[in-house]
């Protein structure tokens, strides 16, 4: 690869700064001349001398966010809370505990984390104002253990979630109704006091009641709703017995479900989205300018399985005729149904899957990438692929196709090179997809 690999991995990281929350934390909250008085998204919140603010968060952003919202408020309001995020994502914070916890499958510090967060909303008083941090990975990283079944059975199910080929919308459905914690029931332990949540969107069309399983969100979906996608996925026969007992007791009525749309408990509670794959998009195109390249926004709601969502990508490259060089960008979150043995994400399988269809079409390079920096378990954010990519390693013996049915994207990249490792990056927005085309022979 020439210098497209370079200007490619730029246009990436611009769109990845765009959506950091020390951007987006200084944009959203302010503290306003008037005395106890915080803004948070244009909405002024005055503070009796009685009142106490309190931070909870959960999320791969959830540091990053915290820190920001302390040097905001520093000087201006004491803190206390406590926020949970991925391992290797901790920041130092002056006035609030920080805890790690496993993902994509939870561990017992995510169980402890769910804990400490619900013993912490217990102390709020109804005069007080919680600010709660909510990014993508809080799912994982706030977890519980229903009542007659153990971690290991609850890590049994989430990782046949994650292989299964469904959708976060689906997967957060079932989390939401093995907890209690998800599904507006943090909002509803923390009632009457005032709740506002600042939200990053790792979820296509921002549904707010499924980023992060929506903690402080009224849940439209039901228990019936948890058993459909189990079966959808044939999964009933894969997880364990005593999970599957909890779910039928929910749709039996034995277990209460989750807030719905109008709960009561839920009227003091305010939800804001703060971070967007859209604002990651456009500051990605504003630097593809700045390279040289004349940028087109495709979507920034691309879902569906990798293979088929590779063909249509490189499919609107060759149908290109716009002037050049040229940028296409598309962003949201693809899926992979795991058949193979291999290590990988769903950035570094779409990467190769691309790959492959441009074997024959030099002149258009293609880059998949997380913006939280980790694609599946990896430690690598996604993939940089074009037509000499795949004919290098064919030379070296390695067969595309091979790797790819195995589910190894990790191994092939790791092995011709293109690999994107950036580290954790701090916020979370999905993935975004480009494809840089350089000459007119990259059609057909």
């Known amino acids: 690869m020439n210098n497209?690999?370079?200007?490619?991995?730029?246009?990436?990281?611009?769109?990845?700064?765009?959506?950091?929350?020390?951007?987006?934390?200084?944009?959203?909250?302010?503290?306003?001349?008037?005395?106890?008085?915080?803004?948070?998204?244009?909405?002024?919140?005055?503070?009796?001398?009685?009142?106490?603010?309190?931070?909870?968060?959960?999320?791969?952003?959830?540091?990053?966010?915290?820190?920001?919202?302390?040097?905001?408020?520093?000087?201006?309001?004491?803190?206390?809370?406590?926020?949970?995020?991925?391992?290797?994502?901790?920041?130092?914070?002056?006035h609030l505990e920080l805890m790690e916890a496993g993902h994509p499958v939870p561990d017992q510090q995510s169980v402890a984390a769910s804990v400490r967060l619900l013993e912490t909303a217990r102390q709020v008083q109804p005069q007080d104002l919680v600010i709660f941090l909510l990014s993508g990975g809080a799912s994982a990283l706030l977890a519980d253990v229903p009542e007659g079944s153990t971690l290991a059975e609850v890590q049994q199910l989430s990782e046949a979630l994650l292989k299964s080929g469904a959708d976060i919308r689906e997967m957060n459905t079932v989390r939401k109704h093995l907890s209690r914690i998800k599904g507006g029931l943090l909002a509803k332990s923390i009632y009457p006091a005032t709740l506002c949540t600042l939200i990053l969107s790792d979820v296509v069309g921002d549904d707010l009641s499924v980023i992060g399983s929506g903690p402080t969100v009224a849940d439209p979906s039901t228990f019936s709703d948890t058993l459909t996608v189990l079966r959808k996925y044939h999964l009933p026969e894969k997880i364990p017995g005593t999970l599957l007992q909890y779910i039928e007791d929910g749709v039996a009525g034995r277990i209460t479900e989750t807030p719905k749309p109008g709960d009561p408990a839920l009227q003091k509670t305010h939800n804001y989205l703060a971070g967007t794959n859209r604002v990651a998009l456009e500051a990605a195109a504003v630097k593809a300018r700045q390279l040289g390249y004349h940028p087109l926004l495709l979507s920034d709601t691309v879902t569906g399985d990798v293979n088929a969502v590779a063909a249509e990508l490189v499919q609107t490259a060759h149908r290109y005729t716009g002037p050049l060089p040229a940028c296409l960008l598309a962003g949201g979150e693809t899926t992979v149904k795991v058949t193979g043995s291999g290590l990988g994400g769903r950035n570094q399988q779409l990467a190769l899957a691309a790959g492959i269809a441009l074997s024959e079409h030099p002149g258009i390079t293609f880059l998949s990438g997380g913006t939280d920096g980790s694609d599946g378990p990896t430690n690598a954010a996604g993939a940089i692929v074009d037509a000499s990519t795949i004919k290098n390693a064919i030379k070296k013996g390695l067969d595309p196709n091979s790797f790819l049915t195995q589910n190894d994207a990790w191994h092939f990249f790791s092995k011709a090179g293109g690999l994107m490792i950036t580290g954790p990056t701090q916020t979370n927005v999905m993935d975004l997809m480009i494809l840089l085309i350089t000459t007119a022979g990259a059609k057909i």
């Open 4 to 94: 497209t690999s370079t200007d490619i991995q730029a246009i990436f990281l611009s769109g990845v700064a765009a959506v950091h929350p020390k951007q987006l934390m200084q944009q959203h909250v302010q503290v306003p001349a008037a005395n106890r008085t915080i803004r948070i998204s244009g909405d002024d919140y005055v503070l009796s001398e009685d009142a106490r603010v309190w931070v909870l968060g959960a999320g791969k952003a959830a540091a990053a966010m915290a820190q920001e919202l302390e040097t905001i408020l520093d000087g201006h309001f004491p803190l206390q809370g406590v926020v949970v995020t991925k391992y290797g994502h901790a920041l130092p914070l002056q």
